[in-house]
Structures are given as structure tokens and as C-alpha cells.
């Protein structure tokens, strides 16, 4: 048994004051208790809150950061971005993807991400053939959580079509994936022993047959199967377009229709969401995956954040294609975004900790981590000791507590890693460094060295 | 004379390789010289930029940040953000004044800005009564500048109305200054010896009367005395109604009309341009301090900047109000808003390495930083040793040079604080922190530690 004692911690009901967190060998909490002594407990040196979960990840597309910012010269796009991106990977391999991989979990981890989906679909060789263990990219995947410590859900994603009614184009060859081959992937998974919980991806309505949206939703011991569902919505204009000329209906407006659509799912992005669907995605439960920074550089446009936000939506944040790494720069732009577009401030209706406590919350739900599996998110007995210490130390957040050390850590300054970060009750970041960035830097980096330019 | 060599250098006309540079004991550059043998120079140990400009500061503010993030129940906005600044500084006396200066200065340093123009409007005692030495707050400011070793460009500010047509409100008696006090304040500083270039500020069209802009404009010889003129224009959507109201123009519209605005004026934000402003802005040769940081904060809305850039517009970047002192932060949403406005990425028509360069460059300008004065801004002989050093230690950057090496600086990653950073041929900041980071810390902080919460 071990215990942590922090000044002050974000529990479900709000912040306390002087809590104990007890916590046993496999990093579970059993005693939560506020208004405690300190007496000898290892001090946390700032105030505690849950992990952040990151919703949203293509590890992959880590290596692609910051090399498609070059101008073309008849105007560049969501979409001549895709065609960068697939120039980019045509050539990984999988030790090219792990190094990746393991190089971006420890960034996450020292930006204060815990928990990471990993949206999945770069399944085969860059021949399109399948590996000859079909699930080796994923089990590299896997193995980049384990050597940095980072809470995974992977979500295996089906990929079938080019565009709405296209066959898949030869650079997509890596991607193609049905829905019973993504079953056979979880199935082959388990086997494994894959230690990481598993979800269900369908890649967008661009991507995936309406066809198979509805037999998956028909098939309910299949639909049981994956702890959560992960799919891309209405993210560009023109998808939105398309999908209205060929289903008759706006994509979050369809999905909702056809597919029973509830807590389990995580839809992406829904940035082109009318006033309907706004209603329609806060009824139904879902979480909403905002990525804030990449919707921004990839020119996607401003989710309708503040309607939502009223019609009490869940939601959580996502690095995606991680040209950045840092929960703070998602959740102030995503307010900033919001500002920009009404003349309003402060238009999170519920203040920050309370929204920012509901991001935690609701994000780890949408890792498939409710209660009933693995309790992630929620600081309180039978959780999981995941867990980030932002510290005072800087002149900007000292002497704040409780709301306002998040108003500062939110709103105010670049000096946002967290001093601690703690998953399952290991230190994994201290000092604001990872525990092992040093062997992990030395061998990843000559891997690294030799990715495509 | 001291050498520093860097294996790649921003110089006036591009990246340079192997660059050594040769500057005297008064920190002007004598000679700089690409294509050279490292010999035994020391090495700048990455790329060398010239130092950012901060074209735009409002110091006190800093003390604010992070403090006024909490909803109104009845909306909140620009106006009520201004409420709670006025409140915050009702009681903020020099010796706060100095220490809000010297933490916000080393932090700016610390994030590569190397100058920085206050755009200084606290003139007097919270009664609204003058100091006994009138020049009391400019003169902390100057020695904060002093301290850190920033270079300074101070531009006392001319306030003498509420609003169109209004008188000063009880608190902003703070702010009072005729355009010929502020004459006076510029005598006194320079009758005490004050080490740094003076602009002038007239703080806007809301603040300052119309006759006095005709007054300064008309007078050639007081106009001629101010290194450069700055103006906070068009910031918020009111003003423009309001200004059409009582000047019957738009504020831009009027200003260009009324006063001959040339290269010697910078004007501040600018968020309310219609396409003949934009024209008319960049034929006019001023320098626009964009803040999309601060302008997000408030929620003041989003420049034309791509149409401004096409126009051939000089700008440059200011942290304003300091809720983020960051040129990354800067940069990376200028291009962003663009992107989500218009649904295009990369909308710098230059490139970004050319638009950077021109930020740094025109950023110069508008600090008075000119050739004729101080060559700021551009690494040549005869020009500052003022620069900042960019790593590729990250593995986001290893292996990348030049443009390739400012994309991923830019538009990748949050770690982006330059390795070490330069002023007048000084290091004031090696491996990310200030050389006195410490001492200050310890002269400072105590002062902080009482500032209104």
C-alpha cells in the first residue's frame, strides 16, 4: 500500500483540501480522504488532478509534424495535407511506427496526457499486404504504451472505400480493413495477450459503407463486442457535401438516425454540426472528440462548442495528428475559438474546473474506461491511481489554488508540462521529465533519424 | 571583439551556412561572415535568428493573467474584462509596477523576444494625482528593462477622454495625459538620463480626441520628436460603430485620412478592417502589432491578415496583455484563424520562413529600431548583436535546417522556447534560463506575493 498526500485534488465532487490517496501494489485506489493529516505521507508538491485523456491519436502522424506547413501555390487544403500524409507513410515500417509511437507517448505523458485512444488504421505493409501476423503494427503499438507507461485503448478502424461510392485509391492499400477483418484483428489480439483494452473504429462515412454501419449496428453480439466505438464526423465541408447528394443526409444527422448511437460511441471532430445535430449528439450520450490544434492547421473549421456545451454534451480533447502535444493549448483554443467567433469571454457556461473536470470525466469514458471496466478519470476508491501534479512554483501560478491554479495553468503563460505525472501508481514524469526519456530517446532516435523527409 | 559561429544563421537576405559573426564591446555587429571556417570560435550550438520584437506591451496586465477567466453570469466580454483590469490596478504602486516588468521581461527573454515596446498609459498615483516626479512609472519601467537587460522602446501614452465624446471616468484618472504632458514626460525622461529610445502613444480614437490627432499631425516639429507613434485602432466592433457615429468614418478609414500615417507609426490590432482599410494600411507603410493571443482572449475578432499580407502589409507581433508571452503562440494562431476563416491551410502567401522574417524585420521598425537610429532586426554589420538560438535538440527538429527547422519551430510541438538568447552582444539567457533568473526571482517575488488577487 502505498499513500500521496496533496494540499489539494480534484475529486468528483470538486476540489478538497488536504487529501490522502491510498493506493495498492497494481496502482488501484482504496481510501480517498480529504481534510486529512499530512503526518509523514510522500508530499505530491502541487495540487493533484486526474490524467487528462487524449481522445485521439494517428501515433503515425507524429513524424509529419510540422513538414506540410509549406505554402502550394494554387492553395493547400485539408485534403493536399491527406496527400502529404500519404506520401509520408508509404515507406513506414513497423520499427519506424513504434519509435514513432514510443517518442510521442512520452511527449504525451510529460504534457500531462495519462490515457491515449489510439484510432488505428495503418494496418498493412506499404504493398497493401497484410503482415504475416496480421496484427503486428498493433502489437507495436501496444509495446510503445508499455516501454512509456501510458494508459492505451486501441481502436482498430475499419477502412473500405476512397470517398463516398469510391474504390479505395492504391496509396489507401495500407488502410484497407472490413468489418470482419477488424473483428478477426481483435480476435487475433486477444490471443496475443494484448494488455490494452480494445474498441471498434469506423473511419469516417467517407471511408466505411453505410452498408456496414448498419450491420454492425444490427448485430448486437458483434456491436457488444468492442469496449468503445470511434468514428470521424463531418471534419471537412465538402464530406459534409457529399454525404447529403449521396445518403440524403448530413453525416452526424444520418449516423444518429442509423445507428443507435449512445455513451459507448466517440465521434471525431463533428465540426459542420447544425443546430439539430448539436441537440441530436448531447441527447444521445456520445462523446464528442475536439482536437482543437489540428482542426486549426488543417483548416477544418470551429465546432459550434458553446451551443453544445449549453445542450450539456460530452466531450473530451485529442492530439490527432499531434503537431501539438499539450492538453492546455486544446482547451484554451477551443474557448478562444469560441470568443473569436461571438465577442464573448468565458463562454464555457460552467466555468473552467467544472468543464475542465467534465473533459477528464467524460474523455476517459470515451477511452472505454467507465466504471464498470476500469475505472479512469474519477479520484475516488476502485479508480486508478492516474494522476498529474501541477505545481505553483511559477510566478504566474503561485499562491493560486484549487480554480484559480486552473484559470492560470489554462489561461495564462506556455509553461504548462506538469511537474508529476503518475499512471497506476507509478511516477512515470518527474521534475517534468520522464523517468526513462534518456533509454528511450537512445533507442528510438537512430530510428527516427531515418524517417522520410 | 568577441565571434560567435553558427552552422546556419537568418541573415537580411536568407539562411546562410557556417556563419561567424564578429561584434564589439558595445555590442554592434562588425562583420558577419557566411560560408567561413568554424576555427575555434565558440558555437552558437543551433540556428541563429535575430531576437523577436514584442511590439506591444501593456506590463502591469501581467499580473492579471489568468485572473479575470471566470463567467459573468450575464456575459462576459471586452468591456467587462476592462472593469476587472481597472479594478486589478486601482491600488498597483511603482514598486508592483517594477516587479510585474522585471518577471514579465525575464520571461519574454526566456521566449526569445529580445525588445519590447511598452505602450505606457499608468501614469500617475491611484488618486489620479501625478507623482512627485512625474516620470516615476516610466522610469521603474525603464530600470525593469535595465534589470532583465531587454531592450526598451517606451511610448507614453496620450488619454484624455472615457470614450467618443465622454470624460474620463473616476478610474481612469490613472491614464490622465494631454498630448503636451505627454511632451513634457518625454523631456523629463530624457533631462534624467533615461538610457532608451521614446515613442509616442495616443491610445485610440476612444481615448483621445480627434483634434488633438490634428494638433500632433499639424505640428511637423513636435511631430518629428518621437522615435515612432503608436495607436491601439479598431480593436473592438463598438468602437467602430461609435467612431462612424461621432467622426463619421471607421476608425482605420479616419486615421489614414487624418493623420499622414507613414512608416514611423505602428497601429495596434487593427481587427476591424474592411478591404479599402486593408488597402490603405499597407500602402501607407505603418506597422500593424497583431496580438492573436490577447485579441483571442478578449474576443475581438480576426484581422484580414491573409488579404493584408497579399497587399503587402507590414506587421509584426506583441503579448499585449500577457496572458500568453509566447512568439510560437503568436504565430502559430495568426496562421491558424486564417486557416479555420478560410478553410485553407498555409495561407501565408510568402512562406513561412519569409513572413517570419519580415515580422522580426518590420517588428524592428516599429520599435524605432530603425537603420538611421539602432539597426535592429537584421543581422548585418552595423546592425545589433541581438539574437536567439533555436536547438534541434527536440526530436521533433533533429536534422531539420533553415525553413524546415522554422516550420516545425512554429507549427509543431510546445517546447518552444529558444536554447539562449542574446541582447547587445550579452547572453541573457543560456539553456532556457535567464543568466539571473534567481537573483531577480528572489528581488521580486515578495513584491508579487502582495499583489490584489
Redesign the interface.
Known sequence: MSTLFAETALLPAGWHRNVVLHYDEAGTLVAVRPDADPADHPRAGGAVLPGVPNLHSHAFQWGL????????PD????W??RSEMYRFLAELDPDAVEAIAT?LYL?MLE?GYTTVVEFHYLHHAPDGRPYDDRAEMALRLGRAAERTGIRLTLVPVVYEAGGFGQPLAPEQGRFRLTLYEALGLLERLEAAGFAHPLGLGLHSLRAVRSETVRDLVEDRTLLARPRTLHMHVAEQ?QEVEECVARLGARPIEWLLEAADVDARWCLVHCTHADAAEVTGLARSGAVVALCP?T????????FPFAEYERAGGRWGIGSDSH????PV?ELR?LE??Q??V????????A??SRSTGRALVDGALAGGWSAAADNVGRLEPGGRADLIVLDADH??????MD??LL????????D?APAHVMVGGRWVVRERRHVERETL?AA??PV??RLP?
Open positions: 509534424a510540422g513538414r506540410a506547413e509549406r505554402g502550394q492553395g493547400d487544403s485539408f493536399s495535407w517518442a511527449e504534457a465541408r490544434t482542426e486549426a492547421n488543417l483548416g477544418d473549421g470551429i503537431i501539438s502535444v499539450d493549448e483554443w478562444y475559438e470568443r473569436l461571438t465577442g464573448h469571454r468565458n463562454v464555457l457556461t466555468g473552467t510566478p504566474r501560478r503561485r499562491g493560486r480554480d484559480a484559470d492560470a495553468w489554462i489561461f495564462s503563460g506556455g504548462s530517446a528510438v532516435d527516427l533519424a523527409r
